[in-house]
């Protein structure tokens, strides 16, 4: 290497001064593998440059130790034996010669900005300027990777290119020059953002681009042929009458009006949105004791609604495609648990495009509740249950205690009657519905106690 300052081998270990500042000095690595801290006393000459450690261990392979830097005269390393090192100090700005710069830049309607991609081991940076890329001046000296500059003119175009530098023993080494950078002084492109406002609508909002006079607005269904859609001075445009789940692509550029003439700026990045038909919500009710009613919240721009129906809330089938708003669900099962969601569509050229499934809810079949009513004679207490639709018999019970039912009577009719009466003793009655589902009874709730005393 020609940039190569000082070398020396293990056995040079004279050469350098090496110093173990951690571990134990043994004669078998192999058996007691440990850590050893180890410093090369290379010499302040070459504080700030740049360092290698070749090391060959005693297996016969190398590790590598690269790009360390030499400070207050040392360099440090951690290995695992003392076995033969090479080191190599050499001066890094001696390859800046063959290096070319790497810059980019940006542009509003009166500046531009270079930025310039960082160099090791450099002092700074030459940016150079021309107007008609012939005759360059250099404009700044810097350490900064950006640098911006203002108060230009308006659509005019400038040439830069750097190069970097470097002081090394008062004397300055120079890199090659960047590439050319063309920058025109133009409105910035804008950064838009586009929001679905409903079924058949999109919204554009631009973020404002300073010295703009005004914005066009560029739509594609295909992410390939734009066609100008609005040119317009406001932030913001709702581009209505779209068809539902067709995706729509916009791009927005700045323009700048001069003595009549317009000087447009960089399209912003394409930014896309599909009209979409919004989720609705539904309401269940019971209704009998198999049926349930599905009542749904309309949604705007739908044609009609398709009503899903499980029983385990994870297998859900098609139950019901319609236009109607309520549903009502019959041929259940009493106490089975019904679950629902319902989602909208559109039919757009032929085809459903749907909306997303509503929040899922749940109804039960059940059998109505009775009322019970208790006749007292002189001899007996008779008790009557209102008749339940659905049900295929009725249970009536009776306590002395509030507290402890027993089964009175369980029959198919309506009525039953207690004549097992002490006189002067509180009587409680209640009663209930069932209904035999797969051969087992389904009960409805309980009716209110009510307490009669015997004569």
């Known amino acids: 290497m020609s940039n190569i300052l000082k ?90 010669a063959n290096i070319v710069p790497q810059i980019s830049g940006s542009v509003t309607f009166d500046s531009n900005t270079v930025t310039i991609t960082k160099i090791e081991n450099v002092t700074g940076y030459e940016i150079w300027r021309s107007a008609d890329n012939k005759t360059f001046t250099k404009v700044t000296t810097t350490t900064n990777l950006s640098t ?14 750097v190069r970097a530098y470097a002081v090394v023993n008062s004397e300055t080494i120079y890199s090659k020059y960047s590439d050319i950078l063309v920058l025109t002084t133009r409105p910035i492109a804008p950064k838009i953002t586009v929001t679905n406002v409903n079924h058949n609508t999109n919204k554009v909002t631009i973020t404002k681009v300073a010295g703009a006079t005004g914005y066009e607005i560029w739509v594609s269904t295909d992410n390939k042929t734009f066609k100008l859609l609005k040119t317009t001075t ?64 309309k949604a705007t721009g739908a044609t009609g609604y398709e009503i899903w129906v499980s029983t385990d809330n994870t297998n859900f089938k098609l139950q019901k495609t319609q236009t109607a708003l309520v549903y009502t669900h019959g041929s259940l099962k009493t106490e089975t648990t019904y679950f629902y969601k319902v989602r909208p569509y559109k039919t757009v050229s032929g085809k459903k495009v749907f909306g997303d499934f509503s929040p899922v809810i749940s109804m039960k079949p059940v059998l109505k509740k009775p009322t019970l009513s208790v006749t007292v004679t002189a001899t007996s207490h008779k008790l009557v249950s209102t ?65 009669k005393v015997a004569k």
């Open 387 to 451: 008749k339940i639709a659905g049900a295929g018999g009725y249970e009536f019970y009776v306590s002395t205690d509030n507290i402890n039912f027993v089964l009175l009577t369980s029959t198919t009719a309506t009525s039953s009657t207690n004549t097992s009466l002490e006189k002067g003793t509180t009587y409680y009655y209640k009663a209930r519905a069932y209904r035999v589902v797969d051969g087992n009874k389904v009960y409805s709730l309980y009716t209110s106690t009510i307490a």
């Open 148 to 161: 911006v500059y203002n108060a230009l003119a308006f659509n005019k175009t400038f040439y830069y290119k």
């Open 7 to 96: 070398t020396a081998g293990y056995n040079a270990l004279l050469a350098y001064n090496i110093t173990v500042t951690s571990g134990s000095l043994i004669t078998n690595v192999a058996d007691f593998p440990v850590e050893f801290a180890v410093t090369f006393d290379v010499g302040t000459e070459f504080n700030g440059k740049k360092a290698y450690i070749l090391h060959q261990k005693q297996d016969n392979s190398f590790e590598h130790f690269k790009n360390l830097t030499v400070v207050n005269g040392k360099i440090d390393a951690t290995v695992m034996e003392l076995s033969p090192f090479m080191v190599g100090i050499y001066d890094a700005t001696q390859d800046l």
């Open 234 to 297: 406001a932030l913001t445009y709702t581009h209505g009458s779209l068809k539902t789940g067709t995706t729509y692509y916009y791009k927005v550029r700045a323009y700048k009006t001069v003595s009549a003439k317009k000087y447009h700026g960089e399209y912003s990045v394409v930014s896309s949105m599909k009209p979409y038909l919004r989720a609705t919500t539904a309401k269940v009710v019971n209704v009998s004791f198999n049926s349930n009613k599905i009542t749904i919240k």
